[in-house]
């Protein structure tokens, strides 16, 4: 039996139908079309399908997509505005932190949410905070020193 | 399938009545399952709709941690932290910071895996599962929850609705330690809880210790707090604490670690508890 799930995902109210053990990792992509949070292990292991629910960060594939009912959803589509990066995205371009891609936008939104709760994380604490994503390209030393990077040139800026 | 989110723990505890009801806290356990095939649950019930559950409360006597509060939610909560480290040692050390944000300390008790971490850490503590069903809600100390691997002395429709801890009395500290052959992102081959408390000359005056993923279920050795009990917790204490834990032991051999090894190990893991237990009793 579907079920009628009314949310809001990036600011805007949403609405969907999903079956009762549909994760909302596959409701955001496949009844959605916000193909940008991942799937790569589907258990909770990789960190791919980062999102935030109501201010926590959570794997989208170990949420029912039926627990969304009157939440707010935040994802990877709700960072740029536009054409314009936010910084945290601009610093893994320039760190080339990033090399297929798939694990970006759970790094992303990870990191975000990190440097909202931290803006002068230690090397070790983003190293903790980002152990639940995992990367097969990059070495992670890159991701690392573009979120510190990125804090750096945040905390400058919230302060110029 | 059906998917339930009752508003009340009465209703919640009649869906779980139903055959093939499972609840739904943190779900990093049950979806896992789920997608595996090991479960195919007829009614899932989320329980996080019910009012209190998502809340830690604080009473003269107690903290009370509804079964949906997420392990992030443990480590922002200071009074409770301060109260009682070693449970919120055991907890922080489920899975990465996503999991931390769904799974929950009552989830990781119903789970009833071996190595679970937050158990012994909670057992350590005297937690005391609330415990609510078809016929009414009767309160037991968390470690007769799990009698076995996967299996609870729950009764069909009964869901722990809350942990209960005591408030500490003066000069106690608590700790837990699990040995892992990765720093993080990984399970417990052998793991100890520990609080104790302490007079004011710094005599040990009540301890318990309890023992985790080196038998079926948590093992709570009498003669381990009975070797620091009376004890200023010296190094003669510290030996027959070790001796104790590691006696009192019945691991099996598996990937994660042998028989042999986590015997030794769990003693070793006891004394260091012990050790930062102490510290901070003493307010370290
Ligand atoms: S897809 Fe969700 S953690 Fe890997
Ligand atoms: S860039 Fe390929 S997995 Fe991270």
Redesign the pocket.
């Known amino acids: 039996m579907a079920l009628h799930v009314k949310t809001n995902v990036n600011g805007d109210a949403a609405e969907f139908l999903c079956e009762p053990d549909e994760t909302l990792l596959d409701a955001l992509r496949d009844r959605l079309g916000l193909t940008g949070t991942k799937e790569g292990c589907g258990t909770g292991d990789c960190g791919a399908c980062s999102v935030i629910l109501d201010g926590r960060l959570v794997c989208s594939c170990l949420v029912l997509a039926a627990e969304a009912e009157g939440r707010s959803v935040r994802t990877i589509e709700g960072m740029a505005k536009g054409d314009e990066l936010t910084t945290l995205q601009r610093k893994f371009l320039e760190h080339a932190a ?7 936008p759970g ?1 992303l939104v990870a990191a975000e949410e990190l440097l909202r709760r931290n803006d002068n994380p230690t090397e070790e604490q983003v190293r903790y905070w980002l152990a639940g994503n ?5 070495g992670y030393d890159k991701i690392v020193r573009a979120v510190l990077d990125a804090a750096k040139d945040m905390r400058e800026h919230a302060h110029a | 399938m059906r998917f339930e989110s009752p508003s009340t723990v009465a209703a919640a505890a009649a869906l779980l009545a139903e055959p093939g009801a499972r609840a739904l806290a943190g779900g990093s356990d049950l979806l896992v399952q789920m997608k595996s095939g090991m479960v195919q649950p007829a009614v899932i019930v989320d329980l996080k709709r019910i009012a209190g559950l998502g809340e830690i409360r604080e009473t003269p006597d107690a903290f009370i941690i509804g079964a949906a509060v997420p392990g992030a939610a443990l480590r922002e909560a200071k009074a409770l932290r301060k109260a009682w480290p070693g449970l919120v040692d055991g907890s922080k050390l489920i899975g990465s910071t996503q999991i931390q944000g769904r799974a929950t300390v009552a989830g990781n008790l119903c789970n009833a895996s071996p190595a679970a971490d937050s158990v012994p850490a909670m057992a350590a503590c005297g937690a005391m599962a609330v415990v609510t069903g078809p016929n009414g809600s009767r309160t037991v100390p968390v470690e007769d929850i799990p009698v076995g691997p996967g299996r609870t002395s729950l009764a069909k429709g009964e869901l722990v609705e809350a942990i209960r801890l005591p408030k500490p009395p003066p000069r106690t500290g608590s700790a837990y330690l699990r040995f892992t052959p990765r720093t993080e992102m990984d399970i417990a081959v052998a793991s100890v809880g520990i609080a104790l408390s302490l007079d004011a000359d710094g005599t040990v005056t009540a301890a318990k210790v309890v023992l985790g993923a080196v038998g079926p279920k948590v093992i709570i050795p009498e003669a381990a707090a009975r070797a620091l009990i009376g004890t200023r917790a010296d190094a003669a204490a510290l030996d027959a604490l070790a001796a104790a834990c590691s006696a009192a032991a019945t691991p099996i051999d598996d990937k994660r670690g042998t028989k042999e090894f986590r015997i030794r190990v769990v003693g070793v893991l006891a004394r260091r508890a012990a050790e930062k237990a102490i510290e901070r009793a003493k307010g370290k």
């Open positions: 990033l090399q297929c891609g798939v694990c970006t790094f995992l990367c097969r390209c990059t």
